[in-house]
């Protein structure tokens, strides 16, 4: 019973510590949700290697950002691009929308926009830019699934 006990109140705690992960695109799964210098994309590992990019971020359940050291995915007023941000506000809160299946979309809180994958006609170097169009519950586009990033240690 203490076990029981001890588990469920273990499992209260997790819930709400940051997550590393990666964030991988339904569409393309060989893309990865990746932050270059200020600029968020959506590209491959090889993109991501030479252009100098990360692509492991903190979801944060609590305040549900999307946060890679001190920058967060965020929207900038006028903008319908995905864009990077250093400050904190309400343009970085992301609602999560649960799909049926293991995917999920990334909803602009308190807006109907989600963020969108513009596929390779909008790619440069970095990879495919990403935007904030009306969320679709049928469009690939929109649908990622987080992959955690497990840290392995040698065992003695």
Do not use: H
Request: charged letters at 30%; a positive charge; hydrophobic letters at 35%.
């Amino acid at each position: 019973m203490k076990l029981l006990i001890v588990l469920m109140v273990s499992c209260i705690f997790c819930k709400s510590d940051p997550i590393n992960v990666r964030i991988v695109s339904k569409k393309d799964p060989r893309k990865y949700l990746a932050l270059f210098n200020g600029e968020v994309r959506l590209a491959t590992k090889e993109q991501i290697k030479s252009n100098k990019g990360c692509s492991k971020f903190i979801v944060d359940e609590v305040r549900t950002e999307i946060l890679q050291g001190n920058r967060r995915i965020c929207k900038k007023y006028g903008f319908s691009k995905v864009m990077s941000c250093i400050n904190e506000n309400k343009n970085s809160m992301w609602g999560v929308i649960i799909d049926s299946s293991k995917f999920v979309s990334f909803k602009m809180n308190e807006e109907e926009d989600c963020i969108t994958a513009n596929g390779p006609d909008s790619a440069d170097i970095l990879g495919d830019v990403l935007s904030l169009n009306k969320c679709d519950k049928n469009s690939d586009s929109q649908k990622f699934w987080i992959k955690l990033i497990v840290n392995r240690k040698a065992r003695d």
